[in-house]
């Protein structure tokens, strides 16, 4: 059964220019998270789907961040513009719901923005 | 203020020995706490979910412990090995419908 599936693994941008990430959650996985992790930090909470509906979208930085996942299947995360402190890996997850909630993560899209 | 805290200094051991890694937290009451390993250049993967209610959980070499009076979780592996080196991520349900908020994580060297 294939994983979480996410793209692209690297990209390098500079300051200013939108960046785009794409996830493929696991069949069957109604519930999709996109995390934020730094350097030496644990994974932060940008924003969790159910199905088509963002949940929480509180940690996500509206002014340039922004996602979508149409269809409940896929999702895209989206930095308009890119600043330097935006460099991290932007980690997708899944899980089906349950009341224990474990995460399925993909192997993260490493930004750095120039 | 809300925190999850593990031993940000890397933890270093022998090869056969017993390695315990530590989740502290405040104010928070999770229902769950999990731990995840996490591999350079990887995303985490689950290893061991531990409710409220439950004192101890094991799954082959590796044994949590969940203290909610002392609110601190410990994490052990016994009869460690160079493949167990990575790092370890604890994770507390912090609200409503499953959210989960991680520690920073603590990285584990087994040495020969």
């Known amino acids: 059964e294939a994983g979480v599936v996410q793209s692209p693994r690297y990209k390098i941008i500079e300051k200013k220019q939108p960046v785009a990430f794409w996830c493929n959650p696991i069949s069957g996985h109604n519930t999709l998270y996109w995390y934020l992790q730094n350097l030496g930090q644990g994974p932060e909470l940008l924003i969790r789907?159910?199905?088509?509906?963002?949940?929480?979208d509180s940690q996500l930085p509206k002014d340039r961040f922004s996602a979508e996942r149409l269809k409940g299947v896929d999702s895209t995360l989206k930095i308009q513009p890119a600043e330097l402190g935006d460099s991290a890996v932007y980690l997708c997850?899944?899980?089906?719901?349950?009341?224990?909630?474990?995460?399925?993560f993909g192997e993260g899209s490493r930004l750095t923005v120039l | 203020s809300q925190k999850i805290e593990q031993n940000s200094e890397a933890l270093n051991i022998q090869e056969g020995k017993t390695a315990t890694l530590t989740c502290n937290y405040t104010?928070?009451?999770?229902?769950?706490l999990q731990w995840y390993r996490q591999d350079p250049g990887r995303g985490p993967v689950f290893l061991l979910l531990?409710?409220?209610?439950?004192k101890e959980k094991r799954k082959e070499r590796l044994k949590v412990t969940f203290d909610t009076t002392l609110k601190q979780s410990l994490f052990h592996i016994t009869a460690s090995q160079p493949a167990d080196s990575a790092t370890y991520l604890c994770?507390?349900?912090?609200?409503?419908?499953?959210?989960?908020?991680f520690g920073t994580g603590t990285r584990l060297q087994v040495t020969l």
């Open positions: 789907y159910e199905n088509e509906e963002a949940v929480d």
């Open positions: 531990i409710r409220e209610n439950e």
């Open positions: 994770a507390l349900e912090t609200g409503t419908a499953s959210k989960l908020t």
């Open positions: 104010n928070y009451s999770p229902a769950y």
């Open positions: 997850a899944s899980s089906i719901t349950t009341d224990t909630g474990e995460l399925f």
